[in-house]
């Protein structure tokens, strides 16, 4: 086994993440999308094709987009499309340079998680868990949210709505939720995207089942 | 590995999802029936043989049985029995052209949701995430339901009951579910049906442990 | 993979299960104890040893014990010690010739169901779902109940419980459950009793969360 | 197969428990590390390296430490830094001498079990499960608690309130929890160490979701 997700070809890790992902049940169906920015050419990046079942991902199923204008630059078959929360990654990787992976889940937890606050909250604020550490918060008693954002069938409003809220105030944690759908996470490689996946799932799992 | 359920032979197929679902506990014991249209026949489709562990299967445990007439057309040993939930089956192809897989499981999660409605429901609300698209529903905000069926011993008695209500009322979702018992999911394919499968009992999840 | 259980040879049948459960959390550390009637001395079964991680046994990890008289018949090893549980199987294959697979573990749902009673409760009622049918109840709305027995110290003071219980009223359902520890299922084979555990775990992790 | 976690070479046996360990959600990301004393040098300990994600360790993920003064003895890279954790992991084989394996989890059971104590308990009472034996307790009602330490970023100084609270009153059980963080397990072996990990995440479990 390559130590870390970043020493396998980056098509063969996505295959990789998704069937982990799938199995543990954050990407049901064809649900989520993962994507990694080009090494080659960093102002695009590669990103799970539409409708597949993602725990029978293949090399192939990727699709290389323009991080700028949104152009498809590469695919494997000419019926590929890109995943349809495209728009959503394309803001991450614009907003965020050190940004080299983006990886969205829809998981029961989060969608737990979320339901608990108020209908109109915009954060989840996270309990001081040890774990939040993982996320790059080291204070004594953190006092931190996850961004909610609402789930909209114009995803293309809603890549637009993060794009505002993080020009005007960047995000503390490199994460951010959105209302009864699912977590996107990113980080500067893919291993670290994936561990901060697991520890967003961990705080959320915590707080669909805590007391009170 | 393949890349779609369907590249298998139908049969393969079916012994992979059986030993999928009992991993997750979905086909507890010898729970739950898996059926696929036959491709050569399709006035005909194959069901899991009655009373075989379902983490156990192989590619004999299977049945032909005619769609129109209930008839065995086909078996590997003259034991073999279909299933007894047989005729549910035969009531989702009879009225639904289109579906070419039909899965039958138990889940907890099944009953637990079902069990946080009232004792006389004949349907399950669905919550407005994001896994609804899943099922083909995409509205902004989706108010669906699953057919609920009371479970009765006479099992040609739920399917009649199931046939009676879906030619009145069409279903707007590709599942129903019987009170107590478990979810009935089916699609164009079987790998449509495993999504939706999957997709249904992530919802399910989130109802049996949704706040309030 | 052999179709059933007891298409294996018993002692890695037993290994099999005893890995099986473990990845489940249902035999945790050195949990529970596994045993099959012997097939050429029916009045002889083998059981799990005392004190060995149940995901990592193997075939030497048995001994052979009279079932009259308690007596260790055959063993690997002259430290292996058996079971301590192992009156509480005695008790069964006395009581129930039919049986030749008696199952023991220990759940995190079997002590949580058992709890959601008043503390001195002697029967666990279950509920009316489908699964109970996967225990021989084909009733349209059964009302049975799981034996409960209170966990003493003194293994043997609770098989005596067992036996007078069941020789004054035989058990309706093939299994017991004992108080804060976990349930014990028997069968005529060892594939029966395996699917009968997974049918209690469906239904004791039902009783644990359920609603109300 | 080798039948005890010991049995293999002591840095496989920690990358074999480090893998299992994260595939059930007990080192998300790069949480928790663990520890096994030297066999040859048993003034020293090897621990997992800091900062590797758990579930890809390899043999070379470890440096040895002097149980004594802290220092780094022998590392396989320059770069490589001991766990946050080790004060912690160094009082533990001071205090005991007859331990000589260390592990330390987070797991979102431990965090939630300690959440529904009094904000400021100092232990966490267990129920009288009949798993508590497997951490050497074999009363009929037990009555005891797992010593509870607030989670404080200052590491060394969690592990000089475990040494004053242990020096005082030698604990009864061979574990100990960190408030919103996770629990220490300790045993003289690494299969001893592993076991009693699963015995207590099970009583955690069990608190975590318990009724009342």
């Given at each position: 086994?390559?130590?870390?997700l970043d020493d396998?070809?980056?098509?063969?890790?996505?295959?990789?993440?998704?069937?982990?992902?799938?199995?543990r049940?954050?990407?049901?169906?064809?649900?989520?999308?993962?994507?990694?920015?080009?090494?080659?050419?960093?102002?695009?990046?590669?990103?799970?094709a539409?409708?597949?079942p993602?725990?029978r991902?293949d090399d192939?199923?990727?699709?290389?987009?323009?991080i700028?204008?949104?152009?498809?630059?590469?695919?494997?078959?000419?019926?590929?499309?890109?995943?349809?929360?495209?728009?959503?990654?394309r803001?991450?990787?614009?907003?965020?340079?050190?940004?080299?992976?983006?990886l969205?889940?829809?998981?029961?937890?989060?969608?737990?998680a979320a339901?608990?606050g108020?209908?109109?909250?915009?954060?989840l604020?996270?309990p001081?868990?040890?774990?939040?550490?993982g996320l790059?918060?080291w204070?004594?008693?953190?006092?931190?949210?996850?961004?909610l954002?609402?789930?909209?069938?114009?995803?293309?409003?809603?890549?637009?709505?993060i794009?505002?809220?993080f020009?005007?105030?960047p995000?503390?944690?490199?994460?951010l939720?959105?209302?009864?759908?699912?977590?996107t996470?990113?980080?500067?490689?893919?291993?670290?995207a994936?561990?901060?996946?697991?520890?967003?799932?961990?705080?959320?799992n915590?707080?669909?089942?805590?007391?009170?």
């Open positions: 086994m390559p130590q870390l396998l070809q980056p098509h063969a890790a996505l295959v990789e993440i998704a069937r982990d992902f799938h199995r049940g954050w990407m049901a169906g064809t649900a989520g999308n993962l994507s990694v920015r080009d090494g080659q050419n960093p102002a695009s990046f590669w990103i799970t539409s409708g597949q993602k725990g991902l192939h199923d990727f699709l290389r987009i323009g700028a204008d949104d152009r498809i630059l590469e695919r494997f078959s000419d019926g590929a499309k890109p995943s349809a929360e495209t728009s959503i990654h803001v991450i990787y614009q907003l965020f340079p050190e940004a080299n992976a983006c969205h889940i829809h998981s029961v937890e989060d969608c737990l339901a608990r108020a209908a109109d909250s915009t954060e604020p996270l001081p868990l040890e774990m939040i550490k790059g918060i204070e004594e008693h953190p006092a931190v949210s996850l961004p954002f609402p789930n909209w069938q114009d995803v293309p409003a809603i890549a637009e709505a794009r505002q809220r020009t005007a105030t995000p503390v944690l490199p994460a939720m959105i209302l009864g759908h699912g977590a996470v990113w980080g500067q490689s893919l291993q670290q994936y561990n901060r996946v697991e520890i967003v799932e961990f705080i959320m915590y707080l669909a089942h805590r007391p009170g």
